[in-house]
C-alpha cells in the first residue's frame, strides 16, 4: 500500500546494461510538495534513475515498480511520463537557440486553431509563464539571446506550461553563477509553494542543504540512505560526503607544498574584441604571470573575460581584434594556431568537454591520442598498439573508471570524462596548462581525485592555470589568483592573503576600482 503523503515511490529498481549493473534495488520515496535532493558520486546510478522515472529507459528494459499518486505507472515514451506532469529538465538543455522564447515552450505543443498557430495566443501565454518564473524578456527573444540561467528558466516555463506535477532538474546549477543559482533556488521554494514537487539532482551540497527537505544517497547503483535534512540533529555536508564516498573527507583539498620555479607563461596588455560585435571589448589590457610549480586561479563573475582571454591565447580561437604579448620563458611567442599554442608548450582544456574538449562518439584511446597523434604515429600511419599502451597507462594512473579503452567516452560519467581530458592535454606534455572549470559537474570524491592531479602535475614542474567558477576551489588549490571583473584584471591576491570576500570585492569592481 503507498503511503498517502507520498506523489512518488519506486521500489526494487535495477537497471543493468551488458557488463554492468547500474542499478540495484534501488528504493525512492518522494513525497507531495517537498524538494527532494538526489546526490552521489559520479556514475552512481542518478541520472539512470531518472531516466526510467522520466521514460527514456522504458518500462520492461528494467526491473522494479513505479507508483505516482498511488497508481502503478509503465512509462515507455517520455511523453508518457509528461501526461501524468512528471517533466525532466536534463543539464544539457534541449531549447532550440534560433526559435523565440514562445515558439521553444509549447514546441510539440502549439497553441493552435484549426492547425494553424495562434501566435497572439502562444505570445500571451508564454508571457504569463515568464512571469511566473520571474523572467523578464518577450516572448520573441531568440534564445540564442540568452545566458544559461535564463535558458534554465525558459525551461521551467516550458515544464510548467504542461501542467508539471512533479519536476526533475538534473545539475541545474552547474553552469550558473551565484546570483542564477540564487534566483533558480528561490523559484523552486516559490513552486513547491504551489504545491509542485521537485527532485534537484546536485553535486553542490550547499544548495541542497538550504533547500531539500530530504536528501537520498546513492551509491554505487544502490540506495545507502535519506537524510530528513532538518532533523533536531543537524545534516551536514561533511555527513552527506561521508554516506555519498562511504568515508569521511577529512579534507576537500589534498596538501601540497610548493616548489615554484621561473617563469613559464607571461601575458601582457591582452585586449580582445568580441568576434561578432567587434565594437565590444571583452578582454580589455589584462596582464598576468604563472611561474613553473604554481598553481595560478582566474575568479571572476559569469562574462569577466577568463574564458575569453584563455581562449584567445591559445591560437587565437576566440574573438577579433587581438592584441598584446604573449611570452614563453621570457621570448615573445606568436600564437596564430592551435598548433602554434602547442608547438609553444600551451595546452587547453575547455570548460565544455562535451561540445569542444572530447569527441564522445569516439572511444578512450583515440580521445588521449588527439592532441598530439605525431608521438603514436611514423610515416603518417598512427601505431594503434602504441596508442592503446599509452592510453592504458593514463587510465591507470588517473583512476579512470571504465575496464577498457576501447570504451565510448560519451558512456563515461562526467568526472571520467574530466580525467580523459586531462589525459589527452597531459600526453601533450606541455609547460603550461591552462583548466578552464576543470571539475564542473561532478562530485566531490571525483574533484578531490582532479586536484590531486593538477598537484601532481605543478610538482612535476608545469604551470597550472585555474578558471572556476567556485571561490573556495580557488582558494583551497591556487597559490595565487587573478580577480577579473568587465574583461579586466581588477587585483592579485597571494594565497595566504585570498578569502572569498577580497575575491568577490574585486570581482564585482568597475574601471574606475569601485564596486558595481
Known amino acids: 500500500m503507498a503511503d498517502e503523503d507520498a506523489i512518488l515511490e519506486m521500489r526494487g529498481i535495477t537497471k543493468t546494461f551488458p557488463g554492468v549493473t547500474a542499478l540495484q534495488d534501488v528504493t525512492l520515496e518522494v513525497a507531495r510538495a517537498e524538494v527532494h535532493a538526489i546526490c552521489g558520486e559520479n556514475g552512481a546510478g542518478k541520472s539512470t534513475l531518472v531516466k526510467i522515472l522520466s521514460g527514456v529507459y522504458p518500462h520492461g528494459s528494467y526491473a522494479g515498480q513505479i507508483l505516482f499518486e498511488g497508481e502503478p505507472c509503465e512509462f515507455r515514451t517520455i511523453r508518457d511520463s509528461e501526461e501524468r506532469g512528471i517533466v525532466i529538465i536534463h543539464q544539457e538543455l534541449a531549447l532550440s537557440p534560433y526559435l523565440s522564447i514562445a515558439e521553444n515552450i509549447f514546441l510539440g505543443n502549439e497553441r493552435a486553431k484549426r492547425g494553424v498557430v495562434d501566435w497572439t495566443a502562444t505570445n500571451a501565454q508564454a508571457a504569463k509563464l515568464l512571469a511566473r518564473v520571474g523572467l523578464d524578456e518577450r516572448p520573441d527573444t531568440p534564445v540564442l539571446d540568452l545566458g544559461v540561467g535564463k535558458q534554465q528558466l525558459v525551461e521551467i516555463a516550458k515544464a510548467l506550461s504542461k501542467r508539471v506535477r512533479l519536476l526533475i532538474l538534473d545539475e541545474p546549477t552547474a553552469a550558473l553563477n551565484d546570483e542564477d543559482s540564487s534566483h533558480l533556488l528561490d523559484l523552486l521554494r516559490s513552486l513547491q509553494d504551489e504545491g509542485i514537487t521537485s527532485i534537484l539532482i546536485s553535486h553542490k551540497l550547499n544548495e541542497i542543504e538550504a533547500i531539500a527537505d530530504r536528501t537520498?544517497?546513492?551509491?554505487?547503483?544502490?540506495?545507502?540512505?535519506?537524510?530528513?535534512?532538518?532533523?533536531?540533529?543537524?545534516?551536514?555536508e561533511e555527513r552527506i560526503i561521508r554516506a555519498m564516498v562511504g568515508r569521511a573527507l577529512d579534507s576537500r583539498f589534498p596538501e601540497r607544498t610548493p616548489r615554484i620555479g621561473e617563469e613559464a607563461l607571461r601575458i601582457e596588455d591582452w585586449t580582445v574584441h568580441h568576434p561578432v560585435d567587434v565594437g565590444r571589448v571583452v578582454v580589455d589590457g589584462a596582464s598576468l604571470h604563472v611561474r613553473r610549480g604554481e598553481v595560478v586561479g582566474l575568479a571572476g563573475l559569469m562574462g569577466a573575460?577568463?574564458?575569453?582571454?584563455?581562449?584567445?591565447?591559445?591560437?587565437?580561437?576566440?574573438?577579433?581584434?587581438?592584441s598584446g604579448r604573449v611570452l614563453r620563458d621570457g621570448q615573445e611567442v606568436h600564437l596564430a594556431s592551435v598548433g602554434d599554442a602547442i608547438r609553444h608548450g600551451i595546452a587547453y582544456a575547455t570548460e565544455d568537454r562535451k561540445k569542444y574538449g572530447l569527441n564522445l562518439l569516439d572511444t578512450?584511446?583515440?580521445?588521449?591520442?588527439?592532441s598530439a597523434l605525431g608521438k603514436v604515429s611514423r610515416w603518417g600511419v598512427v601505431d594503434g598498439r602504441q596508442e592503446v599502451r599509452i592510453a592504458e597507462e593514463y587510465r591507470t594512473s588517473l583512476g579512470i573508471k571504465t575496464t577498457t579503452v576501447e570504451a565510448?567516452?560519451?558512456?563515461?560519467?562526467?568526472?571520467?570524462?574530466?580525467?580523459?581530458?586531462?589525459?589527452?592535454?597531459?600526453?601533450?606534455?606541455p609547460d603550461v596548462l591552462i583548466l578552464d572549470e576543470p571539475t564542473r559537474g561532478i562530485d566531490v570524491g571525483a574533484k578531490y581525485e582532479i586536484y590531486t592531479i593538477i598537484n601532481r602535475l605543478a610538482d612535476e614542474g608545469k604551470a597550472v592555470i585555474v578558471i572556476s567558477?567556485?571561490?573556495?576551489?580557488?582558494?583551497?588549490?591556487?597559490?595565487?589568483?587573478?580577480?577579473?571583473?568587465a574583461g579586466r584584471v581588477t587585483g592579485e591576491v597571494s594565497r595566504e592573503d585570498a578569502n572569498q570576500e577580497s575575491l568577490m570585492h574585486l570581482m564585482t569592481m568597475d574601471k574606475d576600482g569601485a564596486a558595481r
Open 305 to 322: 573575460g577568463r574564458t575569453e582571454l584563455a581562449m584567445s591565447v591559445f591560437g587565437r580561437t576566440y574573438g577579433a581584434g587581438i
Open 408 to 429: 565510448l567516452t560519451g558512456k563515461l560519467s562526467g568526472g571520467n570524462q574530466q580525467k580523459v581530458v586531462l589525459s589527452k592535454w597531459i600526453f601533450a606534455d
Open 216 to 236: 537520498t544517497v546513492i551509491r554505487d547503483g544502490r540506495t545507502i540512505e535519506t537524510l530528513h535534512m532538518h532533523d533536531e540533529v543537524e545534516v551536514t
Open 364 to 370: 578512450i584511446r583515440r580521445n588521449v591520442s588527439a
Open 469 to 485: 567558477s567556485e571561490l573556495p576551489e580557488l582558494l583551497g588549490i591556487c597559490d595565487r589568483i587573478y580577480a577579473f571583473s
